[in-house]
Nanobody, 116 residues
Framework: QVQLAESGGGLVQPGGSLRLSCAVS????????RGWYRQAPGKQRELVAT???????QYADSVKGRFILSRDNAKNMIYLSMNSLKPEATAVYYC????WGTGAIWGQGTQVTVSS
């Protein structure tokens, strides 16, 4: 059974950078997509970045050019590098994978706060 554990959140000033990590435990066989979502207070959870079936990556318009989704298959890790952070990026960030035959699996989330 796949489990996810995020880390790397924290407080950062506007314009700063953070890298979130997601450790994937259990068998990674059957994972069909990997991505990051976020939920700000009082708002619905939204897509930040996710891999696509064509081997590419889809990004939210608000983060294009500043956030990068990457992975290390050897370490079973998924990363989200966030640059030029804005206060509106403040949210709980969740790692998500989709497993063939099982569906979506979510991590517990990590808080990112962008504030001076």
């Amino acid at each position: 059974q796949v489990q996810l554990a995020e880390s790397g959140g924290g407080l950062v000033q506007p314009g700063g950078s953070l890298r979130l990590s997601c450790a994937v435990s259990g068998s990674a066989f059957g994972i069909t997509s990997r991505g990051w979502y976020r939920q700000a207070p009082g708002k619905q959870r939204e897509l930040v970045a996710t891999t696509t079936g064509e081997g590419g990556t889809q990004y939210a318009d608000s983060v294009k050019g500043r956030f990068i989704l990457s992975r290390d298959n050897a370490k079973n890790m998924i990363y989200l590098s966030m640059n030029s952070l804005k206060p509106e990026a403040t949210a709980v960030y969740y790692c998500k994978v989709t497993v063939w035959g099982t569906g979506a699996i979510w991590g517990q989330g990590t808080q990112v706060t962008v504030s001076s």
